[in-house]
């Protein structure tokens, strides 16, 4: 054999047999592989094209601030953390003395007034029949005095027309004093009747202070009904059913109007989430949602959107941003989207308020 002869391959060892062997074993397997990746990535697509999701979520509900009405020293108190109380249920009593002195006060006052009332109308009745009559009399007693004026005249013009020795100066005297008492006598039935003449307005007057009298015992009345309200609110009911919670009142506290004693949370549960402004394009009322709770893995809620709020979180805020001042960046915005729970609540565990949920809305 000379130098020129090609020379031939040596064979192949054990090893590099064992691994070209192991190699077309594993061929198949990542191939396998690369193609379950694929696939699992094709369906994360698919199926999560037509859904958004959002963990900043969280249990919502309606909870109501319980406040006194009247001041006063707490002497009952009838519920305890956490407990669930019905509509118009006693929670707790505020020392009523003062105001049941208040209303017994008010009560005497209007019964004095209603009697000052029925006097002034009794009288307004005898006015509406005195006050003609009156008026009838005067004009009655003009008449008499014009007659006996007209009877004295008569007499004191014949005792003129007689001749000295028909009559005397003494006669002629007192026929001209008659005469003179009875012109007297006429001028004060005119007065008379000059004064009894505004039957109307002698009336009016009357009636206006039965009309004042009448507003006094409205205010009595509104006096007495407001201090039937006061003790009334003595007693602090709940207004809804729901649970107590962050009850900051104990037996023999003072308290004061608009002091917050209680918040009752009522049964009424639904979703807050705050959506990416991005991830509103497709997302429509009614459409259906998945909610899972992270308090209860086991917990598997369903639901639809119930409404978009019309506005960021931000721009409710107590100093909403001021865009066009100053340097300007870019922040994504988030949209609360209220989401109504329609199954999967559990009646022996109600969801706490506050909770973080993740809901998934199917775009479909």
């Known amino acids: 054999m000379t130098d020129s002869q090609p020379q031939q391959a040596a064979p192949a060892g054990p090893q590099e047999e064992a691994r070209k062997a192991r190699a077309s074993r594993l061929k198949p397997i990542g191939f396998g592989l690369v193609l379950a990746l694929a696939l699992g990535a094709g369906y994360l697509w698919y199926s999560g094209r037509n859904v958004e999701s959002t963990d900043d979520a969280y249990t ?24 669930f109380v019905k509509q118009g249920q006693l929670l707790l009593r505020i020392d009523p003395r003062q105001y049941a002195f208040e209303r017994d006060l008010a009560d005497g006052a209007l019964a004095t007034a209603k009697a000052q009332l029925a006097a002034q109308q009794y009288g307004f009745e ?8 009156l008026l009838a009399q005067a ?17 004191y013009d014949r005792q003129r027309s007689l001749s000295k020795l028909a ?11 008659a005469l003179e008492q009875a012109r007297a006598q006429v001028a004060l039935a005119e007065a008379q009747v000059l004064q009894a003449s505004p039957v109307p307005q002698r009336i009016g007057e009357i009636e206006k202070q039965v009309g004042q009298l009448q507003g006094q015992v409205e205010q009595a009345q509104a006096r007495r009904d407001q201090a039937e309200l006061n003790l009334s609110w003595t007693e602090v009911r709940a207004p809804q059913d729901g649970w107590i919670t962050k009850r900051n009142v104990e037996l023999g506290n003072y308290v004061a109007p608009g002091q917050q004693l209680f918040a009752i949370v009522s049964p009424e549960r639904w979703v807050t989430a705050n959506f ?4 509103l394009a497709n997302m ?9 709770v992270d308090a209860f893995p086991d917990l598997k809620l369903e639901g639809h959107v119930d409404s978009i709020q019309q506005g960021s979180g931000s721009k409710f805020t107590a100093f909403p941003p001021e865009n066009a001042t100053g340097n300007f960046v870019k922040v994504v915005q988030r ?3 209220k989401i109504v729970i329609d199954s999967g609540l559990d009646p022996e565990r109600p969801l706490p308020l506050g909770l973080s949920v993740t809901p998934t809305v199917s775009l479909k």
Not at 60 to 83: E, F
Request: no cysteine.
């Open 276 to 279: 990416k402004e991005n991830q």
């Open 335 to 337: 949209v609360p989207v």
């Open 139 to 155: 004009q009655a007693q003009l008449a008499s005095a014009k007659a006996t004026f007209a009877k004295a005249q008569a007499d």
């Open 284 to 292: 429509r009322p009614g459409q259906k949602v998945r909610i899972e």
């Open 60 to 83: 919502d509900g309606r909870a109501v601030t319980i406040s006194p009405r009247v001041a006063g020293n707490v002497v009952s108190l009838d519920v305890a953390d956490n407990q």
């Open 167 to 177: 009559t005397s100066a003494q006669d002629v005297d007192a026929a001209k004093a």
């Open 126 to 133: 005898v006015a509406q029949k005195n006050f003609p009559a």
